[in-house]
């Protein structure tokens, strides 16, 4: 039976990494079909203020800069189609890819779907999430807590790298963690325990944020989980680092993935995957920056390896 279409590239997700190799591939003319998922723009539609995007001196705000991305893509010629990719089978020319009840075939694929936080799910979380004071991420909002008492949450390298750099800027940081020591390495464990800056609450769980939805994180109630005395932290952001949890799922039986689901790229490479004409980009094989700029960089490296490889094999 003749396929109806094949795409010469399929790209799935609409962060910067999607977007970007879909910019660069529409001005390459090669048509790209943008898959968009439940979140279309990703992560940086909920956060209010980006200030460490090159190119915006007073910042800008994520929704506008992706919403601007997808546009400028557009204009190239990018087609957009939202739906979800349920599984794929990459065996055989074209791939494929399982949407519901239709599949699109195609000679490249891009695959940007970005990771997703680990929460906590406690009350207020939620609700004060994305530019209210709750956020993932203290290199992208740190330094709007200038002066400010903040807690961190977690007990991991991530959480302690977190903790480190708020430093810069807060000036309180407590480090909410419910054992009596830290997961972190040593070295990073002793770097946190041992700042001035840094106040640890051991064997703590948090359990709610506090502050009005509409206004901003007033405080954090905790509870000690041996005593089980709760109190309530004065601070005014509240930075959940528990990990992330990539979105590599309907695509981790074709490709290799590490023992947490982040996307394995092939030697020498940071998106090429084992599979010819398949690249990942972004977050969901970036667990080390995790950065609006650097997943933008990856778009555009997957772009320009997958026109190349069109160029080698005749698409």
């Not at 529409?26 to 979140?39: H, Q």
């Not at 010819?276 to 650097?294: E, F, K, N, S």
């Amino acid at each position: 039976m003749p396929y109806q279409t094949v795409e010469n590239v399929v790209i799935i997700g609409t962060g910067c990494a999607g977007l970007t190799a879909a910019v660069y591939t529409a001005r390459a003319n090669l048509r790209p079909l943008v898959i968009e998922g439940p979140l279309p723009g990703g992560q940086l539609t909920t956060t209010s203020e980006v200030e460490n995007f090159p190119g915006f001196p007073n910042g800008v705000d994520g929704f506008h800069l992706m919403d601007s991305l997808r546009k400028q893509a557009a204009r190239f010629g990018t087609r957009f189609e939202q739906t979800l990719v349920q599984s794929v089978d990459f065996s055989s020319m074209p791939r494929k890819l399982v949407c519901g009840d239709r599949t699109i075939f195609a000679k490249t694929v891009i695959i940007a779907t970005g990771a997703s936080p680990r929460m906590t799910g406690m009350p207020g979380e939620k609700e004060l999430y994305g530019g209210k004071g709750v956020t993932t991420c203290a290199t992208c909002d740190g330094a709007f807590y200038k002066k400010m008492d903040v807690a961190v949450i977690g007990g991991g390298d991530s959480a302690a790298e977190e903790a480190l750099f708020l430093t810069r800027f807060a000036s309180k940081v407590y480090f909410i963690h419910r054992r009596d020591s830290l997961r972190a390495s040593k070295i990073m464990s002793d770097r946190a325990t041992s700042h001035e800056k840094i106040h640890m609450v051991w064997d703590t769980a948090p359990l709610e944020v506090l502050g009005v939805p509409e206004g901003a994180v007033s405080g954090l109630k905790v509870k000690h989980v041996r005593t089980g005395v709760e109190s309530v932290l004065p601070v005014k952001g509240v930075f959940v680092a528990i990990g992330h949890v990539p979105n590599s799922g309907p695509f981790a039986s074709a490709l290799d993935v590490d023992k947490n689901g982040y996307f394995v790229p092939a030697h020498g490479s940071q998106v090429r995957t084992k599979v010819p004409g398949v690249y990942v980009a972004g977050d969901c094989a970036d667990h080390v920056y995790r950065q609006a700029i650097t997943a933008a960089g990856m778009g555009c490296q997957a772009a320009i390896d997958a026109e190349r490889w069109l160029a080698e094999h005749g698409g």
